[in-house]
């Protein structure tokens, strides 16, 4: 820690950006990691003493992580803002959500929530940290425009706001004691979906779980390696033993999911409990898959777990989902008397969702703008541009329903669930699943 | 008897609007939008600049022809798409025109005195004893308000201000924005146009193939005067390729810039974008005709123009003949078609009024842009504009109507939002406070 302030100092003291933009992050790092365990001991134990120890580290968490952003602005010039590969797209990203969260936190009054948005932002955290490619990258033409600051920035505030909103959601639905199964079902359904799309469907057709390999460009740079074969496939290698634990992660989900759906047909009770006992279970096996898969992919000389970034992180959000589901199982009546009365997250979810909408409103519209002035045409039903427009159309579905039907409650939050659900798609899947132009976002 | 006749037309316009602004149309037509947005991104879609020859090929297969027809190669601007849009469009309109109507009847019939149905309708009410201070204090408040109208009925004062009843419209302006951009995207697939062109250095063009091959004329040649590229030092990253393009008409110059990703070239409704680039061999054509002599570098099987004219023609095959490399080209002039092999730094041969002479082969760079006309994209941008300030309304305005009656040493209070009940109710508790003096 001191070293690291020595560095920060220094670096300041001699004017070199870019390395003291480097040991901002790792402060940062740290700072995030300080605030997640504090609001996580406020939450246990609900000392106020925890909770501003979490609060004052998320300040520092966001000052430095601001700081280091600024830096590496300035260290790649003005033409150049600091989100143009994944590295940086990841760390804006956190960013968003540190900002969005302090504002919610100190105009709304919430301190519960922080110990569950706060291990999202550790968890993109960590991501960005595991990228090989740090550098700062020079931007190939189509990026070279001020309409790309507005349109990513916009994006990392509205996603994390409507991060926000999902949290409260979540926490609503709760509160409001909906039943543990309907949170076992959909977490595993999520965990299924995560496995199929980070290994693209290689799970079961192949049995294995391959990953993208990083190669060495002729020019030097890192990067993943792009469609090359005239089928357009990535290069990619299995990781030895993850296929069968994968495959076993898949089919436990499958069978969770199966009992939560059976519970949900009977009066609750015997049912629920199973359900709750096979979430542990695919928590234990999904930590234990996750483990191997980094220690394995970690000894593999040509593979590289940041050049897998959206299979990453659509496993460790499904570990965290799963996460979520067993604290709620086994702290739950701790949990129910620490959050606020339903009603009032049901309102701080829809003020979330008024912040995020006309964000992502302005992320479709800036990028039509940008795209006319790039390619020619404001709209071209690019995998990427059609599901921003379905999340924005479940938002305005969460909207419209609560202004005209008057839909509170269950119905609305589970709204806002799906449209979270759409933004990771929109943000993770999309570049998983479906090829398109926004590809310069994956470069490792 | 006329007047039951009007009547009954009414109902039945009444009805129509009411089906075509129905919640169940809504859903009909956003289910199947979402599934033709599904088939359009599953199912791999044409590639527009496919050549005519390709295109024929394919469409000897029956299944091929059959999927083209009915639209599922080319999803976005098939018939039954721009239907489902333009239904969607109507859905809103009259979904719009409803709404606009009823709030308007609503902001119409407002009482300007606090009678008791009044009271039970604005919602939320107080009472609270008044004194002499108190109609002072209630007209300041209700002043911030909006223009206060004070009546005096049956020995009761009443007051009664509002502020803007477009503060109501926010969700209606939000609607039309969305038709502005549902226009803009229906005039685009319906007449705005979209092409490739490859420009040698030196080369010009004034026609273009757009969709389905189909050749568009420009008013105007377009010249290519230079093409320049850079890399990032030391790496095979572009970092810039840009164009030099000349606008000529009758003639005469009439513009010339360098165009860049993202820094097109507008010339009338015509916009220039930079798309592409690449290296090839051009066969160098010497044209001579009446009032013309030029040179043109040429892109094999894509239709040239002649500088200034409205005659064109196309270079579709070569052969080697002999160690002598032959070029077959094809001209249109005044509507006759004439057709020879020009033998390379052979004699020229007569096609029409023109005499034409294959002078070389040249290697070099050409340019790949993209050429449209789209009228809709200034609707969209209004749309997005619109969409912005009927949101703000929408989000953060709420049109507020307050009313008091003061009589027999007690005021009572009422207010009506349109939005943010919280917030009127703070106002009301502050303003009953403020009578009580």
């Known amino acids: ?444 | 008897m006329p007047s039951e006749k009007a009547e009954n037309k009414g109902d039945f316009v009444e009805e129509l609007l009411d089906w075509l602004a129905s919640l169940r149309l809504t859903v009909f037509t956003m289910i199947f939008l979402g599934l033709a947005v599904l088939l359009g991104t599953i199912v791999p879609q044409i590639d527009i600049s496919l050549p005519r020859q390709a295109l024929a090929e394919k469409m000897a297969d029956p299944v091929w022809r059959l999927m083209s027809r009915s639209g599922l190669l080319d999803v976005f601007h098939s018939v039954w798409f721009l239907f489902l849009v333009a239904l969607l469009m109507v859905n809103l309109a009259a979904c719009t025109i409803r709404t606009v109507r009823r709030t308007r009847r609503l902001v119409a019939a407002t009482s300007e005195i606090l009678d008791d149905e009044t009271e039970t309708k604005a919602g939320l009410t107080t009472r609270v004893r008044a004194t002499a201070a108190s109609l002072g204090a209630l007209e300041r408040r209700f002043a911030a308000i909006g223009p206060v109208q004070r009546t005096e009925k049956n020995g009761a004062v009443h007051l009664f201000a509002q502020n803007s009843p477009l503060f109501r419209y926010g969700v209606v302006i939000v609607h039309c924005s969305l038709l502005f951009v549902l226009a803009g995207a229906l005039v685009r697939a319906l007449v705005g146009v979209e092409g490739q062109i490859a420009l040698p250095e030196g080369g010009s063009v004034n026609v273009f193939a757009a969709k389905n091959d189909e050749l568009m004329r420009l008013p105007f040649d377009v010249r290519c005067e230079k093409f320049a590229m850079e890399m990032y030092p030391g790496t095979q990253r572009p970092k810039e390729y840009r164009s030099t393009l000349s606008v000529w008409q009758d003639g005469k110059k009439i513009d010339e810039q360098t165009i860049r990703v993202n820094h097109p070239l507008s010339v009338g409704a015509f916009h220039f974008y930079q798309a592409s680039y690449g290296e090839d061999e051009f066969p160098v054509l010497r044209l001579t005709g009446p009032g013309l002599t030029t040179e043109l570098p040429v892109v094999a099987q894509q239709v040239q123009s002649i500088p200034g004219r409205r005659d064109g023609f196309i270079v579709d095959q070569a052969r080697r003949e002999a160690e002598t490399l032959e070029v077959h080209v094809l001209l249109t002039a005044g509507g006759d078609q004439y057709d020879a092999w020009l033998r390379e730094k052979g004699p020229a041969q007569n096609l029409g009024p023109y005499a034409v002479s294959f002078v070389g082969v040249r290697q070099g760079y050409y340019t790949g842009v993209m050429v449209t006309a789209d009228p809709g994209v200034r609707l969209l941008y209004i749309g997005f504009g619109v969409f912005f300030v009927g949101l703000f309304l929408a989000f953060y305005t709420s049109h507020k109507r307050v009313w008091a009656r003061i009589a027999g040493g007690e005021a009572t209070l009422a207010v009506s939002a349109s939005r943010n009940r919280e917030a009127a109710k703070a106002w009301l508790d502050e303003t009953a406070a403020a009578a009580k003096g």
């Open chain 1, 1 to 444: 820690m001191g070293a690291l302030l020595r560095e920060i100092a220094s670096g300041l003291a001699s004017g070199q950006a870019a390395p003291t933009s480097a040991a901002l992050f790792d402060l940062s790092f740290l700072a995030f990691i300080a605030a997640t365990i504090g609001y996580l001991i406020y939450l246990g134990a609900r000392r106020d003493t925890a909770w501003r120890a979490g609060f004052g580290c998320g300040v520092l968490a966001g000052a430095s992580l601001t700081g280091a952003l600024a830096l590496r602005w300035i260290a790649a010039g003005w033409s150049h803002p600091p989100f143009t590969n994944m590295y940086e797209s990841l760390v804006f990203f956190v960013w968003g959500i540190i900002v969005v969260y302090l504002v919610v936190e100190v105009r709304w009054r919430v301190k519960i929530a922080g110990a569950f948005v706060l291990p999202l932002a550790c968890l993109a955290m960590g991501l960005a940290s595991l990228s090989p490619n740090k550098e700062i990258e020079p931007l190939v033409p189509a990026l070279q425009s001020v309409w790309l600051h507005i349109h990513v920035a916009v994006a990392s505030i509205g996603y994390a706001a409507f991060l926000t909103a999902f949290v409260f959601a979540v926490l609503f639905l709760f509160k409001d004691k909906v039943r543990m199964a309907w949170f076992v079902a959909v977490a595993a359904g999520f965990v299924m979906f995560a496995v199929l799309a980070a290994s693209r469907g290689a799970v079961l057709l192949d049995g294995e779980f391959p990953m993208d390999k990083t190669v060495a460009s002729p020019d030097g740079w890192m990067k993943v390696a792009l469609p090359g074969g005239a089928e357009g496939q990535y290069e990619k290698t299995a990781v030895p033993g993850a296929g069968p634990l994968m495959l076993a992660t898949l089919f436990l989900a499958a069978v969770t999911a199966a009992a939560a759906v059976a519970a949900l047909r009977r009066p609750e009770g015997g049912v629920d409990k199973f359900a709750a006992q096979a979430t542990f279970a695919l928590f234990v096996l999904l930590t234990f898959t996750g483990a191997w898969l980094l220690f394995r992919a970690a000894q593999m000389p040509d593979t590289r777990l940041a050049a897998n970034p959206y299979s990453l992180a659509l496993l460790v959000l499904a570990w965290l989902f799963v996460l979520l589901v067993v604290v709620f199982h086994w702290r739950r009546d701790e949990l129910l008397a620490a959050l606020p009365a339903a009603d009032a997250l049901d309102r701080l979810g829809y003020k979330a969702v008024m912040v995020g909408f006309p964000l992502m409103t302005l992320v479709i519209v800036t990028g039509a703008v940008w795209a006319n002035k790039a390619w020619g045409r404001p709209w071209g039903w690019d995998p990427k541009e059609t599901a921003s427009l379905v999340t924005w159309i479940i938002y305005l579905l969460y909207l419209h329903t609560r202004l005209t039907v008057g839909w509170t409650g269950r119905r609305s939050n589970l709204i806002a669930i799906v449209g979270f659900l759409s933004v990771i798609f929109t943000y993770l899947g999309v570049n998983l699943l479906l090829s398109g132009l926004h590809a310069y976002a994956s470069g490792g």
